[in-house]
């Protein structure tokens, strides 16, 4: 079951399943309801850690409104996941934002009767430094991505299966590879290369 008070259920996980290290918290869905100034859920991460609100149903629609913490927060758009097969609707929307370690909190959602979302949580471990800074794994610029942090950036390399990421802090600029054997010293003193253990 999908939530503690309702009956709905997962057809499929997808890209959200346990192999790939998530953990589902089933939530009450009557807390659907709880005004955006309180506090939904809080759950003690023993790890730095992404979590994820998959939203169904065009329950994600005028967060602007009813939820303004999303933007405030800096809760990003995530589109590389496969959404979960679930019974109340399809999922449309996923949001995904990274805490370290320690109480993560999440606010109301102002349901207005249309469902919570569903969350997800994945541990997260900064992957080791390749080479010196300001290191690039080719010749060429990597096309950028801009995201939130370092974490958000090695995460979108580990669900496309890159064995590599260059970060440039300074840009917030991600770029994936798919491996990196010889790094070169070409690149501004704030771009790194991070290699999977």
Not at 37 to 47: A, E, F, K, R, Y
Not at 97 to 112: T, V
Request: glycine share 8%; charged share 20%; net charge negative.
């Amino acid at each position: 079951r999908a939530f503690n008070d309702a009956e709905d259920t997962f057809s499929s996980l997808a890209s959200f399943a346990p192999a790939n290290d998530f953990t589902y918290i089933r939530t009450a869905l009557a807390d659907q309801m709880l005004n955006s100034s309180q506090i939904q859920l809080g759950v003690h991460l023993p790890t730095d850690s992404m979590v994820y609100l998959a939203y169904y149903a065009g329950i994600g629609e005028n967060h602007d409104q009813r939820r303004p913490w999303i933007a405030q927060e800096g809760w990003r758009l995530e589109t590389t996941l496969a959404s979960p097969g679930f019974s109340g609707g399809t999922i449309d929307e996923i949001r995904t934002k990274f805490f370290y370690a320690g109480l993560m909190q999440l606010r109301g959602h102002n349901g207005d009767g249309r469902g919570a979302p569903l969350v997800f949580i994945r541990p997260v471990s900064l992957w080791p430094a390749l080479g010196l800074k300001g290191s690039r794994c080719s010749v060429e610029e990597q096309p950028c991505q801009v995201v939130a942090d370092q974490a958000t950036c090695q995460d979108l390399a580990d669900v496309a299966g890159s064995n590599a990421y260059e970060f440039d802090a300074s840009r917030s600029c991600c770029a994936s590879i798919a491996e990196c054997a010889m790094p070169r010293t070409a690149a501004p003193a704030t771009r790194s290369i991070f290699v999977r253990p």
